[in-house]
């Protein structure tokens, strides 16, 4: 199956710094999300992104199919951005919502 | 928006009893949902695909006659963990897609089995 390897596995800012996630797939995608996992573990759709470069607010995306991976930005990072961010992908051949995750990126923004 | 409701949010059983988790679509109908299984500080493990009227489909190595799926209609599924053990303890999270390629995910159930 397709694999997705995010990086880094951790990252710790300062508030008010910006930073970015990366998520590497491992054969072409015809559906790519970014998730965020609050504390409390409910997860929070960000981005729709299979390609392309798309913005909301202090948070943008960035897919480049054919060189498989994604960025995510955070800009002016806030305590409230803390928590896991998941890219999941589906396959080409796949059904559109069957989503494989990759581990993650564990964000804690400090104070 | 989508909204995905998952209840109960939390719940401790004993050994060897039952638990059922549902999944509903508060505002849009969803022929397919899924489940996921998450251990701590892990990734999201897909354990199995809800279809509305049909059985359910099991990912490799998901015991199907341990975690039964029901799909009895285009707004609800639930999963039952049968006979818990408490290595069944983890996080269920199901998930749902209206009419666009956007999941949305229910809020998450935490299991814990004494």
């Known amino acids: 199956g397709i694999q997705v390897e995010q990086s880094p596995p951790d990252l710790i800012l300062q508030e008010g710094a910006n930073s970015t996630l990366r998520c590497n797939f491992s054969?072409?995608?015809?559906?790519l999300q970014w998730f965020h996992q609050n504390p409390w573990g409910q997860l929070i759709n960000l981005f729709y992104?299979?390609?392309g470069t798309k913005q909301n607010g202090r948070l943008s995306a960035t897919t480049v199919a054919t060189e498989r991976y994604s960025l995510l930005y955070i800009s002016s990072s806030q305590t409230t951005d803390s928590g896991v961010y998941f890219c999941?992908?589906?396959?080409?051949?796949?059904?559109?919502?069957?989503?494989?995750f990759g581990k993650g990126t564990l964000l804690t923004v400090n104070p | 928006g989508a909204v995905v409701s998952q209840h109960p949010s939390r719940v401790i059983c004993k050994s060897g009893t039952s638990v059922k988790i549902e999944c509903r679509s508060l505002?849009?109908?969803?022929?397919?949902m899924f489940w996921y299984r998450q251990f701590p500080k892990q990734s999201l493990m897909l354990m199995a695909t809800?279809?509305?009227?049909?059985?359910?489909?099991?990912e490799q190595g998901v015991e199907k006659d341990k975690f039964l799926i029901n799909h009895a209609s285009l707004t609800l599924s639930t999963l039952t963990v049968t006979s818990a053990h408490p290595e069944d303890s983890s996080f269920y999270i199901c998930?749902?897609?209206?009419?666009?390629?956007?999941?949305?995910f229910g809020s998450g159930t935490r299991l814990t089995v004494v």
């Open positions: 809800s279809n509305e009227g049909s059985k359910a489909t099991y």
């Open positions: 054969d072409s995608v015809n559906n």
């Open positions: 999941a992908v589906v396959d080409s051949g796949g059904s559109n919502y069957k989503l494989t």
């Open positions: 992104i299979p390609s």
């Open positions: 998930s749902a897609s209206g009419s666009g390629p956007r999941v949305t």
């Open positions: 505002d849009f109908q969803a022929t397919t």
